[in-house]
């Protein structure tokens, strides 16, 4: 089944204290992409990647931080959470020649920073 | 900055009704795309709009786009409760970069 993963689906944490969200696709995706979901705001962007060890800021990057090691994995990397990153994260995923298809989002990660 | 603002950001539907949500952006572009998300789920594509004058129609609802105006809408026809959901629009950029709308949460009443 094509399908964008994201682990863990919940995590609390303590402000200062590193975390790892993965996400991992199985359709051979080029582009992938994380977004954070915020009541009144809709989703912003916080980076994307084009392909392997190609990667950008988005709206929101600060405190953020990323990789694309492989083709399938975008991990999200939070290297010192503070409170006002507490949100609902999403992964995403397309193919090249995205702009035909609408992107795959994975399930969500809710993350609450104490 | 592309700006993108969807109205109203609150619907309260009667069942069997029409409505009608409204995504506006502020720069050119000829890409939007239509999400549904239920509550704690994730984002269903429900459309994608590429073309200046494009319709798409799945079942009651119904997307389109006016580059020129800069402005998509999605109708609904008849409404039924399992509509029940937040839309979003989202506008593409050439930075590869999707900008999503707030968000139009639809509730639909008997």
């Known amino acids: 089944e094509a399908q964008v993963t994201q682990n863990p689906r919940y995590l609390i944490t303590v402000t200062g204290k590193k975390l790892t969200v993965t996400c991992s696709q199985n359709?051979?995706?080029?582009?992938m992409s994380w977004y954070r979901q915020d009541p009144g705001l809709g989703l912003r962007q916080i980076y994307y990647?084009?392909?392997?060890?190609?990667?950008d800021k988005g709206d929101v990057p600060e405190g953020y931080k990323v990789s694309r090691k492989e083709k399938r994995n975008f991990p999200l990397i939070l290297e010192s959470p503070s409170p006002n990153q507490t949100s609902l994260y999403f992964c995403?995923?397309?193919?090249?020649?995205?702009?035909?298809?609408?992107?795959?989002f994975g399930p969500g990660t809710r993350l609450l920073v104490l | 900055e592309l700006k993108v603002e969807q109205n109203p950001l609150f619907l309260s539907m009667q069942e069997g009704k029409n409505y009608t949500i409204y995504c506006n952006y502020s720069t050119t572009s000829d890409r939007l795309y239509w999400y549904r998300q239920d509550p704690g789920k994730s984002l269903e594509s429900l459309f994608v709009?590429?073309?200046?004058?494009a319709v798409k129609q799945e079942g009651r609802l119904m997307a389109s786009l006016d580059t020129k105006a800069r402005l998509s809408t999605l109708h609904i026809t008849a409404a039924v409760h399992d509509l029940s959901a937040t839309y979003f629009c989202a506008v593409d950029t050439p930075r590869y970069k999707l900008s999503f709308g707030a968000g139009t949460t639809v509730t639909v009443r008997a």
């Open positions: 990647s084009m392909n392997v060890e190609v990667t």
């Open positions: 709009l590429l073309s200046n004058g």
């Open positions: 995403a995923s397309t193919p090249a020649g995205r702009w035909k298809e609408a992107q795959y």
């Open positions: 359709m051979n995706h080029e582009y």
